[in-house]
Each structure stands twice: as structure tokens, then as C-alpha cells.
């Protein structure tokens, strides 16, 4: 088949790399592209203005944009123009891809107080950033509602890996604080986010539209910074003193894999403890 990767950063560079490792022709798209591994045929594009001509032959495109900026304005150039222009593009060539996946995330819900968050929850953002992801979710599913194309939102947690060591670098520097009400925390890791999206858009039954996409437990961050200390030796984080409901951080839900586990897919690292020691291990590379 032919893969088509609009935001070809570190998790699209691992995606892509995934379907070339099984014999598929990849082409991504990003403003660097000779910073793309052989694999991959980049191609210079800047999503948010607009989408170059595409290969006549696409039959997977996967959208995984990032944000240079933690702005509404920067995230609705990213999401919103980028999902945009890729369909606007598909449209422009007449091309209807089996699959397109979108890489959302779980910002699309509120705080649930600690409740188990599903794809059946309500999508409640209280925040731009999970705003803006539904209006892009929202457009990829009335864009191709009508066509041969299955769209797929993938609604990840928070991305760990090779190379985003920012707990691990505050917990060691002992700049790290225990929040003073107990918070979990729905991680990812990078190379499971990657094996989801390869999974999602190859596998033979017809995908939901919707997937939660997190590992198999929702941690208090206070469990993850302890562990980390014990890992690398360090003193243990101090908790902060109790301040309020902020003290809770930016919200508190457990966020559930089930639907996705249900369709066969096994995580690597089902917890934050394999995900981490491989980390600390040294294992995995960052794509530039």
C-alpha cells in the first residue's frame, strides 16, 4: 500500500517507519523533510498554509500534526488548517484513501473527578486545545461522511519516549513536586502510539471511529514520581502543601483502552513502569 504521513515529526517518523518495515511505499510530509530517515519519502510541506499534489495511489493517510505553540491561535493553524487542507487536497485530486487517521487526544474531555473516561463519554473540553481537537475530529468526520474513506480519530494520552525526558530530568534535578491531591495521569508510549495507528489502519475488521488511546493504567503522578526516584536513586519528591482545587492540576480522569484492546491490540508498555525503565535503560531514539 501506499502511506501518506501529513506531520512527519517523532511519532510519524516511527509510524512511517513501521509500515516501511512491513513493506509498504511512505511518504511524509513536513516543513524538514530531508531530516526523514531513507525510508521515507519526504516532501516539503507546510500543513497549516497548505498540501502539495499527492500520490494518485494513496490508500492510508494518517494526520499527525503538533502545534508550535501551546496558543489557541497556534493550535487551530496546526489542527484545524492541517486536517483541512489534507482533505482539501484529496478532494482536489478526487482520491478517497481507505483509512484516514487522526491523531487527537484526550484533552477532548473534561476533568471526570477521577471517573473512568471512554469513547462513549461526552466530549466536554473546557480548555482551547481540547476545543480546537473536536472541531478538527468533527471535520474529518462530515468531510468524509458519504465516501469510500473510513475516518478514524485516535485520541491519545500524554506521549512518553526516547527523548521526552521531562519528569525523569525533574525528579532527578529535584525540581519535581507531588501535586497535594492525588491526580492520575493517562500515559502513552511513543512506540505503542505508533504500533496503534499502524494497527488501526491495517487491520482487517472496519475500525470505530473513535479510540482512546493510553496504556493500561491510569497512575496517580505521585505513584510515577516515587517510582522514578526509587528507579534512579533519587530522594523521593516532597508533596505540596494543599492549596485549593488547583492543587488538582489541569484534571483529573481515567482514561480506558478497552475498546482498543478489544480488537486485539497488545501494548509493549502496558504501564508506566516497562515504559520507564526502558527509558532510564536507554533504549529507543527521538526522531529529529
Known amino acids: 500500500m501506499t502511506v501518506l504521513i501529513a506531520g512527519c515529526g517523532d511519532l510519524g517518523t516511527e509510524v512511517g517507519l513501521r509500515f516501511a518495515a512491513a513493506g509498504h511505499d511512505v511518504v511524509g510530509l513536513r516543513r524538514s ?3 526523514l530517515p531513507a525510508e521515507i519519502k519526504g516532501v516539503s510541506a507546510d500543513l497549516s ?6 500520490p494518485e495511489d494513496v490508500d492510508i493517510v494518517v ?5 508550535d505553540a501551546s496558543t489557541e491561535e497556534a493550535y487551530r493553524a496546526a489542527y484545524l488548517n492541517g486536517v483541512r487542507n489534507v482533505l482539501d487536497a484529496l478532494d482536489r485530486q478526487s482520491l478517497e484513501p481507505q483509512r484516514i487517521l487522526f491523531v487527537s487526544s484526550t484533552a477532548v474531555y473534561k476533568d471526570s473527578g477521577g471517573a473512568v473516561v471512554d469513547e462513549s463519554t461526552p466530549t466536554e473540553p473546557t480548555r482551547f486545545s481540547g476545543k480546537v481537537l473536536v472541531e478538527a475530529e468533527d471535520l ?12 478514524i480519530s485516535l485520541r491519545l494520552g500524554g506521549i512518553y519516549g526516547p527523548g521526552r525526558t521531562r519528569l525523569i530530568d525533574q525528579v532527578r534535578s529535584g525540581k519535581a513536586v507531588i501535586p497535594a491531591q492525588p491526580r492520575h495521569t493517562n500515559r502513552v508510549h ?8 499502524v494497527h488501526l489502519t491495517t487491520m482487517g475488521a472496519a475500525p470505530d471511529s473513535v479510540y482512546v488511546g493510553v496504556d493500561d ?3 496517580e503522578m505521585g505513584d510515577v514520581m516515587r517510582f522514578l526516584a526509587s528507579e534512579m536513586g533519587c530522594p523521593e519528591p516532597p508533596t505540596a502543601a494543599p492549596d485549593g482545587a488547583s492543587d488538582a492540576g489541569p484534571g483529573d480522569k481515567r482514561c480506558s483502552n478497552k475498546r482498543l ?10 504501564t508506566y513502569e ?10 529507543g531514539v527521538r526522531h529529529p
Not at 494526520?63 to 502545534?67: E, K, L, N, P
Request: charged share 25%; net charge negative.
Open 33 to 35: 523533510p530531508e531530516k
Open 49 to 54: 498554509v497548505a498540501v502539495p499534489e499527492l
Open 63 to 67: 494526520v499527525a500534526i503538533a502545534a
Open 140 to 151: 474529518l468526520f462530515s468531510r468524509t461522511r458519504g465516501t469510500n474513506t473510513l475516518p
Open 190 to 197: 511513543r512506540d505503542d502510539a505508533a504500533a496503534m495507528i
Open 217 to 219: 493504567y491510569a497512575a
Open 261 to 270: 484492546r478489544a480488537n486485539g491490540f497488545e501494548l509493549t508498555f502496558p
Open 274 to 283: 516497562e515504559g520507564y525503565r526502558a527509558l532510564l535503560a536507554g533504549e
